[in-house]
């Protein structure tokens, strides 16, 4: 997930209206006929459209803007002009449109998933709509209007059914490794992991799930301390949440917490982030098992030694 941005801002302009013309029939004998100018077309629309093909929004990093085609001119003969095709911008599964006060505009959660970010402008009507029994030789059409034009901005939060989340250092991305095709940056010092990689399991020739391996969290994450915090918005969008300990932690002199210890810290993080994420369904997975005596040998009996609220 090479370049991976999941905040940035867009500025997006609909397509102005063409100009209505201001045109006369040209007949023999006629020197000036009846009005006859066409109407412009309409400006394009911009549309955001969700697509799971794209995994970041880096596209709109260094190129921010988005500009919709303007519509054609009228012309004599009442030839209208062509209305502009829309633009559409791809953005991916799960982004989070605000405008700059903050407000959610969007939510594009699914392939397809579709919102009008800018409306076009109208097309001026020609002078041969204004003729009338009083005005017969209208001089006179009206612009196109301007397409609207905002400043948004997007915020990506991936869609995982499974976040997977630890201390850093914890094995996090060994574990997504070995379990997917994810080939995530594996190394033995703290935040190896500097942002969320993404990966497929594939249980069933008819069943996978994606799992997120996210950047360490450590304590104070939800007030901003470590690199964690800024991709805890990714949790938010999980149907399941694997919470990864240390079972060697306390015994081995590195780490200080205790397993126990460490799924604590967890869960007060993620529910001072958002409340509502303790009542996921999770489970609590351990590595370095084969430092802690016997910790092989009950799993090997297969009896689950992991409670709800911690270890044993």
């Known amino acids: ?141 009206e612009q196109g209007e301007v397409g609207e034009e905002q400043w948004l901005n997007l915020e990506l939060k991936l869609m995982a059914d499974v976040a997977l989340v630890g201390f850093p250092s914890v094995g996090k991305s060994t574990l997504i490794s070995r379990i997917s095709a994810a080939k995530p940056k594996i190394a033995d010092y703290p935040f190896t992991t500097l942002e969320p990689n993404l990966g497929v399991v594939r249980v069933e020739d008819n069943f996978e799930f994606v799992v997120a391996d996210l950047p360490g ?16 918005r990714h949790v938010e969008r999980a149907r399941v949440l694997v919470l990864m300990v240390d079972l060697a932690g306390g015994l081995d002199g590195m780490t200080v917490e205790t397993p126990s210890e460490q799924a604590a810290v967890l869960l007060a993080e993620l529910g001072a982030y958002r409340p509502e994420l303790l009542e996921r369904p999770r489970i609590i997975i351990g590595s370095r098992a084969d430092l802690v005596p016997g910790a092989l040998a009950i799993a090997e009996t297969g009896k689950p030694f992991v409670t709800e609220d911690g270890l044993e």
């Not at 969290?217 to 690199?227: C, K, N, T």
């Open 1 to 141: 997930m090479s370049g991976f941005i999941d905040e940035c801002q867009l500025n997006v302009k609909g397509g102005d209206g063409g100009a209505g013309c201001v045109a006369f029939r040209r007949e023999a004998h006629v020197a000036k006929g009846g009005p006859d100018g066409g109407d412009g077309g309409r400006g394009g629309d911009i549309w955001l459209v969700a697509d799971r093909n794209i995994s970041s929004l880096l596209a709109f990093k260094d190129h921010p803007h988005r500009r919709a085609q303007n519509g054609v001119h009228g012309q004599g003969k009442k030839m209208h002009g062509a209305g502009a095709d829309d633009l559409i911008v791809y953005v991916p599964e799960g982004t989070v449109v605000h405008d700059l006060d903050g407000t959610m505009l969007a939510d594009l959660v699914h392939q397809g998933d579709r919102w009008m970010a800018a409306a076009g402008g109208r097309g001026g009507k020609g002078n041969a709509r204004f003729l009338s029994n009083i005005r017969r030789a209208p001089t006179f059409a």
């Open 217 to 232: 969290l450590i304590e104070g994450a939800s007030d901003g301390r470590g690199l964690g915090h800024r991709f805890l």
